[in-house]
Structures are given as structure tokens and as C-alpha cells.
């Protein structure tokens, strides 16, 4: 395949209407999804991607009921503790990028400890986005280069300058945004960093994207025409 992204960034959207759909509760939605996380992170290995990184819980997604929240979380754990091998074999590093201190001690010494297993991996990078918003990034940026900087420091600061200061630092900007279910917004996603990105939209939902949906994507991407505002 050529022109493959080097970034691809998913919104992990739909369990809940795949759940319903089947007459069951959300949570099994989450659950299967957790199987299209594994098939999607093997198709971006075997596809060359450098970067797959997934929205997997927003900040705003705290509000839904508590017990769905739970499940989430319990569902993050398990998922950390069944693909420790799976990614050691493919050569995966694992990140998680957010607001970690709304998450359990529990879950962030299981974060912390599977960070290291796979730190030296380098074939590809697994971002997975947990409590995480665009504005609450943006923000926390600028609270940090204020702190750092000064206010003359941060006068000074260009675009590049203030993007090592968001969560995101050092990993390049997502190439490709997909989101799966037919929704066609960013729900606060990576505001900053989709300055350039190309978007497509897949109405399949979450729990049923699986390879040949994600080539397809990948196919999708390399038609596209990326100007950055130039002519070309
Ligand atoms: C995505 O599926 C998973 C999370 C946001 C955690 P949803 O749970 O949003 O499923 P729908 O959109 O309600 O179908
Ligand atoms: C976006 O999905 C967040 C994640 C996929 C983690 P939501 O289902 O929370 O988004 P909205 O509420 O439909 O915009
Ligand atoms: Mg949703």
C-alpha cells in the first residue's frame, strides 16, 4: 500500500447502539469492542502505521451512569492485563495520554507498568486517549507554559513552541481522524492537533470495524489531496 499515514487516530464510536440493537445491555458493546481494538491495532502493525492512537474515554464521558463507567475502567484493566504478550510480540509501545489523576491508583499503576514493559518497543506506538478533551489539553498547556515560562516567555512562543506543551508532545499530528458509527463531529477530541488532518467518517459501528474497514480507510486516506492552504 502506498501513501500509508503515519498517524491514525480512531474515534471508537457505536457500542452502545451495537448493544441495543442486539436487545442487550451497553456495556456488551463495550466489551466486543475491545476485539476491534485488537484487530485494528494488527492491521495499522501490518500496514506500516507508526502512530494508532484511540479515543477510548472522554473527560465528558465521566457523566454517564456509574456503573458504565465502571465497566469501562474494569474493561481497561482487563484489556492491559490480556495484551501485555500480544503487543511484546508485535513490537508495540503502549501510552496513555489524559487527565490521569481522575483515574484510580489501581489503573495507574497497571498504565504505568505496561508504559515500561513496552517502552523499547519501536515498530509502532499505541496511544490510547483515557479521560481525555481537546479544551482540557489545550488548557493544561497553557497552565504549564505560563508556570514554566512567564508571561514574557510565553509572549514569545510560537504554534510548535506551545504543542510541546500539550499531552501530545513529540508524537506527530494524526495524519487520518476515523469515526466509526455515522457521527460526523469531534466531541472535544484533539482540537489542536487535527489542524490538518484528514477526516473519514464510517457508519459502520465500533464492535463490527474491523481490517477490511480500517484498509478501506487506509485506501480512503490515499486519495486524498493534503494542501495545508498551499496551491499546489
Ligand atoms: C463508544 O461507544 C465508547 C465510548 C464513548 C466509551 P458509545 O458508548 O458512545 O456508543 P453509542 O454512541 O452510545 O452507541
Ligand atoms: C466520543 O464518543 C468519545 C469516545 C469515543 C471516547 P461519545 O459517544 O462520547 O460522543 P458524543 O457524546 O456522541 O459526541
Ligand atoms: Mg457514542
Known sequence: MNNVPQHVSIIMDGNGRWAKARGKERVYGHV???ESVRACTEAAVEAGVKYLSLYAFS???WNRPEAEVNRLMELMMEAIHNEVKTLLDNGVRFVVLGNRARLSASLNAAIDALMEKTAACARMTLIVFLSYSGQWDILQAVKKAAAEKGPEGVQAM????FAGYLVTAGIPDPDLLIRTSGEQRISNYLLWQCAYTEF???DVLWPDFRKPEFRAALETYAGRDRRYG???
Not at 510560537?158 to 513552541?161: G, I, L, N, Q, Y
Open 59 to 61: 473527560e465528558e464521558n
Open 200 to 202: 473519514v467518517f464510517s
Open 32 to 34: 466486543a469492542g475491545v
Open 158 to 161: 510560537t504554534a510548535d513552541d
Open 230 to 232: 498551499k496551491v499546489k
